[in-house]
C-alpha cells in the first residue's frame, strides 16, 4: 500500500515535467517567432532604404536632365542673340531705321 502513493509522486512529477517540457517548447517557439520577425523587419527595413536609394538616384537624373535641358535652351538663346547681333542682320535692320527715318 506504501507503492501506492510513491506511483502516485512519481506521476504527477512526470505530468509537471511535461508541463515545464511544453513551457520550455512554447518559449522556444516564440524565440524563434521573434528572431523571424526581426529577421522580416530587417529586411523591410532593406527593402525601404532601397526604395530611399532609388528615389535619390532618380533625382540625381533628374536634375542632370534639368541641367542638360537648361544648357540647350541657354545654347539656343545664345545662337539667338548672336543672329540678331550678327553684322548682317545689324546693317539690314541699320538701313531698315534709315528708310524710315528719311520717310518720316
Same mark, same amino acid.
Given at each position: ?9 512519481? /506521476?504527477?512529477?512526470? &505530468?509537471?515535467?511535461?508541463? /515545464? ?10 524565440? &524563434?517567432?521573434?528572431?523571424?520577425? &526581426? ?8 527593402? *525601404?532604404?532601397? /526604395? ?13 536632365? *534639368? ?6 535652351? *541657354? ?10 547681333? &550678327? ?18
Amino acid at each position: 500500500s506504501e507503492d501506492a502513493p510513491a506511483s502516485k509522486r512519481r /506521476k504527477v512529477a512526470v &505530468n509537471e515535467a511535461d508541463e /515545464k517540457l511544453v513551457l520550455l517548447g512554447s518559449i522556444a517557439q516564440i524565440i &524563434n517567432n521573434m528572431s523571424e520577425l &526581426n529577421k522580416n523587419i530587417k529586411m523591410s527595413q532593406g527593402q *525601404e532604404d532601397m /526604395k530611399m536609394r532609388w528615389w535619390m538616384e532618380m533625382q540625381e537624373k533628374r536634375f542632370d536632365l *534639368e541641367k542638360e535641358h537648361f544648357k540647350t535652351m *541657354e545654347g539656343l538663346f545664345s545662337n539667338l542673340i548672336s543672329y540678331f547681333t &550678327n553684322a548682317d542682320v545689324k546693317s539690314v535692320s541699320d538701313s531698315l531705321c534709315s528708310e524710315t527715318a528719311a520717310q518720316e
